[in-house]
């Protein structure tokens, strides 16, 4: 198929306006972290990194940093081990109900997330009588990570040579020493890659995190929530928010870098 | 081949965990059980079971005394879902902005993803890849409330406008709607990428050998072979918008979604029976929706 020259300067065009739309508002807000304007104005009437300064000596701010951190961590752990165990399940065996857990595991987030997080917030409170906390955001947070895991580590055990491990077994290594010495470095970037994602989805999620939240527990997106409304906070928020995007995206870059390379 | 590894390493001492790991080697359920023991629990018990007792929950009541939900099993919040204005007009509005944003996103994806895969060259396509990719990752919140800059009385939509004669949407439905759009863009974009990824270039000459013009082509060989992936990027879009309360409270002005109604039930109105009643609005559309796709092999693409 020839495509004409004008039809390539068309989608062309279209494809350079639409990714223009795409970066105009992160844009922005990275501009208005240094906005002399306390209300969002543009153009910015001057600069100042008054808001960097302020935004780093506060002290709520900071341990509503750490928490996120805490809770994305031990989510993507669970999710690392849980989503292993499955993509080695389902890539090496046939059994009756695969298709379903396949879809058990896709659920979380092709659902909406306020399902979820309602879900789990009246399983937690009105069926096991639990106080919602720290623990209940990462056990709801665990189980949306599962999937991201499961897809790297299902990519990757579908193009590794079964042949290696069958060898390994016949030299005499028991089921554990394979998986230590010749499975475990097969995927290993694909681990590496499918907890990123895993850390950056727990970072960055809101909605299930209202619903499961205790009383007593900020995270980094809620701190966002609770002060972007709040008069002269708007300029503080654009720091945070700049902050945050380039904590998720630093570690997925690299998430992204590494299955490539291992594509090729 | 040995069939049992023990054997061929006859040096090997007997351990506890030699003598495990030889079981397992010669039984292959055992070794399948034990692999999906843990992650089929933990999906059953915390995810698949909470959501059947929301459906279960949404069939209950609240105690008018303690404000605590009781099992008096009755159909009020079912059918108040369909009698009350309120809840009918908000489910209407919110399938509404869920379907237009679905389709205006597709309707952008299409023309970038072709580009991306059948146009550009291998370096610039990797520029683009990633550029769609990373503000995928940026914070759902942080998107939206980038949106609130942009849309506000004195943001740079309306300084851009403004010599055009035209207004910024402001916090409204059109500005809830255009930043829902914008925030999933890339979920639509990425698979209709990988399914034209897929398609051979050797295909595409072989159609326009026989005779075909470039729109049928299009139309007759590449369509067909990326639906599944435009149906993938559809669930993204469509879902995340049905479930949305956040992004309308923030761009949206005074306006509600079916998600709002759900959270004030949760929180203010401590009604979570009605909450469950609501959220099975969501939850039918989204069954009927993926079990209506599910034979186009869209699943196996998201």
């Known amino acids: ?264 | 081949m040995t069939k049992n590894p023990s054997v061929a390493g006859a040096a090997i001492a007997v351990t506890p965990a030699r003598r495990v790991s030889s079981y397992l080697y010669n039984h292959a359920k055992a070794r399948l059980q034990l692999l999906l023991a843990a992650p089929v629990l933990w999906l059953a018990l915390v995810y698949i079971a909470a959501l059947l007792m929301l459906l279960v929950t949404a069939f209950w009541t609240v105690d008018e005394f303690t404000g605590n939900t009781k099992v008096a099993w009755n159909l009020d919040n079912i059918v108040s879902l369909f009698t009350d204005s309120l809840y009918s007009s908000v489910t209407l509005r919110t399938i509404g902005i869920a379907l237009g944003v679905t389709l205006v996103d597709i309707a952008l994806a299409l023309p970038i993803a072709f580009f991306m895969s059948k146009v550009a060259g291998p370096k610039l396509r990797n520029i683009l890849a990633i550029s769609v990719l990373l503000p995928l990752w940026a914070s759902y919140l942080v998107k939206a409330y980038a949106w609130r800059s942009v849309l506000s009385n004195k943001g740079v939509l309306q300084w851009l406008l403004e010599p055009l004669g035209l207004n910024t949407p402001g916090y409204s439905l059109w500005g809830a709607a255009i930043t829902l759009g914008y925030m999933w863009l890339p979920y639509v974009i990425l698979p209709i990428y990988g399914g034209l990824e897929k398609v051979p270039g050797n295909m595409l000459e072989a159609s326009s050998d026989l005779g075909a013009k470039t729109f049928t082509t299009v139309r007759r060989v590449i369509f067909p072979m990326i639906l599944p992936s435009i149906i993938a990027g559809s669930i993204f879009a469509f879902s995340l918008t049905l479930g949305d309360y956040i992004t309308i409270n923030i761009v949206g002005g005074p306006n509600q979604m079916l998600g709002n109604l759900i959270y004030t039930n949760v929180g203010t109105a401590n009604n979570l029976p009605m909450a469950a009643a609501l959220a099975l609005i969501p939850i039918a559309i989204m069954f009927a929706y993926l079990g209506s796709v599910r034979r186009t092999g869209a699943l196996n693409n998201l």
């Not at chain 1, 223009?20 to 002399?36: D, E, G, H, T, W």
């Open chain 1, 1 to 264: 198929m020839r495509i004409s020259r004008s039809a390539t300067i068309i989608l062309g065009f279209i494809s350079s306006l639409v990714l223009a739309v795409i970066y105009l508002p992160l844009v922005i807000v990275f501009i208005n972290s240094f906005n002399k304007s306390m209300n969002m104005e543009w153009p910015p009437p001057g600069f100042t990194l008054n808001w960097w300064v302020r935004a780093f000596g506060s002290g709520g701010l900071i341990a509503a940093l750490g928490t996120s951190v805490v809770i994305a961590l031990c989510a993507s752990l669970v999710a690392l081990v849980l989503g292993t165990l499955l993509a080695l399940a389902l890539s090496r065996y046939k059994f009756f109900g695969k298709e379903s857990i396949g879809l058990m595991v896709i659920l979380p987030i092709a659902l909406p997330g306020i399902v979820t997080g309602l879900a789990l917030n009246n399983a937690f409170r009105t069926v096991l009588g639990l106080q919602l906390s720290m623990a209940t955001v990462i056990i709801a947070h665990a189980t949306f990570c599962i999937v991201t895991v499961y897809n790297n580590v299902l990519a990757r055990l579908s193009r590794t040579n079964r042949n290696l491990e069958d060898a390994s077994a016949d030299l005499g290594a028991g089921i554990f020493t394979t998986f230590r010495l010749i499975t475990l470095p097969q995927i290993g970037s694909a681990l590496i890659a499918g907890g990123l994602l895993a850390f950056a989805l727990s970072f960055d999620e809101i909605i299930v995190t209202t619903f499961t939240a205790g009383a007593g527990v900020e995270t980094l997106p809620i701190w966002i929530l609770n002060n972007m409304f709040r008069p002269g906070k708007a300029p503080v928020v654009d720091v945070v928010a700049v902050t945050t995007v380039l904590i998720s995206v630093i570690p997925l870059y690299f998430a992204q870098k590494l299955s490539r390379d291992d594509a090729k």
